[in-house]
């Protein structure tokens, strides 16, 4: 099977899940209090905490600072795991993630959740990479959250639930990797040849992109190889050949048999904003009435799944070190294979990421 295909099937597994979620649950352990507005607000919040806002970096519309996308993924997982377990603390029908607790039947979920996902932000860093001026509006937010939740013993008990629930998910992720900074001679590069990737000198920043994901345990998995894909084609594959060809039509800059809608579709599928699968998983739940736990539950089964997706992706991509089609196509005479036919003019349509196939 095609490598890349592989890697497609585990790209959209968190789509796939959110996609089954119409499914019955036990009886909620409290009736009162089940909008699901707390969840899409910390969520949001979230999502602005871990990808701020404003002008794009080298990732583009938006601000992932010093994360690559596959890091601030993992992040969001973790972040979410921590909202699923308040919910499920406070409405039962489902198993937690990190830690079970019974909350009081008079616990704001609104308290909780806003506590469970600020004080797990907090407990990330500093690999999370919040400048001061990130945490301080992530701290005034919740302060001011807080404050709109009348006082009293319901106010009190989510905010303990909170705590918990962030200090067990907090503790989960100690020594997990997101601290490491390796280089790329840390992960045991292959020497040059046919098949073996090379960076992009025509995008030289970054120079090379998730190191940290191999390094990083996984949030659901119980290894980062578990799914790992069977690997690239033989380049003298009659696979290979199919692949080259398709790739070399339709992925390149100025191709004239790309429609386009495919056209669209590949710039789409190329883009790195969190926002758009985030939004999209929080309309989905509006569009299907979801309440605040089955709300929490799906945004964490996507991001969950979705964070070891990238670890998982990522795991594979710097085992087998396969070459990009932009090396690939223009030095395809060194492959050994007499079907592929080399294009030194060749260059794809989005300027390629530095990281293997």
């Known amino acids: 099977m095609n490598s890349l295909t592989q890697f497609r099937k585990i790209s959209i597994l968190p789509l ?34 871990i990808v701020p806002p404003g002008p794009g970096g080298i990732f583009g519309s938006e601000n992932y600072g010093n994360k690559f996308p596959g890091e601030a ?26 830690i079970t607790l019974i909350a009081p039947p008079n616990t704001s979920s609104a308290a909780a959740i806003a506590t469970a996902a600020h004080h797990t932000l907090i407990g990330l860093q500093p690999p999370l990479g919040l400048t001061p001026a990130q945490q301080a509006i992530l701290d005034g937010d919740y302060a001011n959250y807080l404050a709109a939740i009348p006082d009293g013993a319901a106010k009190t008990n989510g905010i303990a639930v909170g705590e918990q629930v962030a200090a067990a998910v907090v503790a989960l ?35 090379v992109l998730g190191l940290r994901l191999p390094g990083i345990t996984p949030l659901a998995l119980n290894s980062a190889s578990e799914f790992r894909p069977d690997g690239p084609n033989a380049l003298t594959s009659e696979e290979y050949t199919e692949d080259f060809d398709q790739v070399k039509d339709l992925g390149r800059i100025d191709s004239t048999t790309r429609t386009p809608a495919q ?57 087998y ?11 395809a005479d060194t492959d050994g294979n007499p079907d592929t036919e080399a294009d030194p003019t060749w260059q794809p349509l989005r300027t390629t990421p530095n990281h293997p196939e």
């Not at 490491?180 to 090379?198: S, V």
């Not at 969190?274 to 309309?283: C, E, H, K, Y």
């Open 173 to 207: 992720r100690v020594n997990d990797g997101r601290e490491q900074n390796p280089t790329l001679a840390d992960l045991n590069p292959p020497p040059p040849g046919p098949g073996i990737w090379e960076r992009n000198p025509g995008n030289p920043l970054p120079p």
């Open 16 to 49: 796939l899940i959110a996609l089954s979620l119409v499914i019955e649950r036990a009886p909620a352990a409290h009736a009162a209090d089940l909008a699901a507005t707390p969840v899409i607000d910390w969520s949001n919040e979230a999502r602005r905490a």
């Open 321 to 331: 070190w396969f070459w990009r089609p932009f090396t690939a196509i223009p030095e």
């Open 73 to 98: 993924a993992v992040y969001m997982g973790i972040v979410h795991a921590a909202i699923y377990d308040a919910a499920v603390a406070i409405e039962g029908g489902y198993e937690a993630y990190a």
């Open 263 to 319: 056209t669209i579709q590949a710039l789409f599928w190329t883009d790195h904003d969190l926002r758009v699968w985030n939004d999209g998983m929080l309309a989905l739940a509006v569009a299907h009435g979801l309440d605040l736990v089955q709300t929490a539950r799906m945004l964490a089964m996507v991001h969950v799944s979705g964070g070891d997706a990238m670890i998982a992706g990522f795991v594979a991509k710097y085992h």
